[in-house]
């Protein structure tokens, strides 16, 4: 079974920047799409990034699109979410998902569409 773990959330300051990591098991990471979504308090989760199986194809939110970039490295079994600009509206649950058996596209943004899900991570952005 796939367990994905995720790593560098945190408390920053407006106008910072961090990266997030998602580490996956397995020998078949290179077959998952795979993607990032976030979660408010109180708010339902949304989409934030999504990156092809080799990587040659990324997706973002509106919300975060020339402030994030999403990456991979098929040899360490590793997702990354390069966060810039962050603001305090980023503020947030960040979960990493990989999509194995449910999507055909090269990227998805439909959630249902992940088969697992990490734990996540909270990164808190102060103004």
């Known amino acids: 079974q796939v367990q994905l773990v995720e790593a560098g959330g945190g408390l920053v300051l407006a106008g910072s920047s961090l990266r997030l990591s998602c580490a996956a098991s397995?020998?078949?990471?290179?077959?998952?799409?795979m993607g990032w979504f976030r979660q408010a308090p109180g708010k339902e989760r949304e989409f934030v990034a999504t990156?092809?199986?080799?990587?040659?194809?990324?997706y973002y939110a509106d919300s975060v699109k020339g402030r994030f970039t999403i990456s991979r490295d098929n040899a360490k079994n590793t997702v990354y979410l390069q966060m810039n600009s962050l603001k305090s509206e980023d503020t947030a649950v960040y979960y990493c998902a990989a999509d194995e058996v449910s999507s055909l596209a090269a990227i998805t943004t439909i959630q249902s569409n992940y088969d697992y899900w990490g734990l996540g991570t909270q990164v808190t952005v102060s103004s």
């Open positions: 990156i092809s199986r080799g990587g040659g194809i990324t």
């Open positions: 397995g020998r078949t990471f290179s077959t998952y799409v």
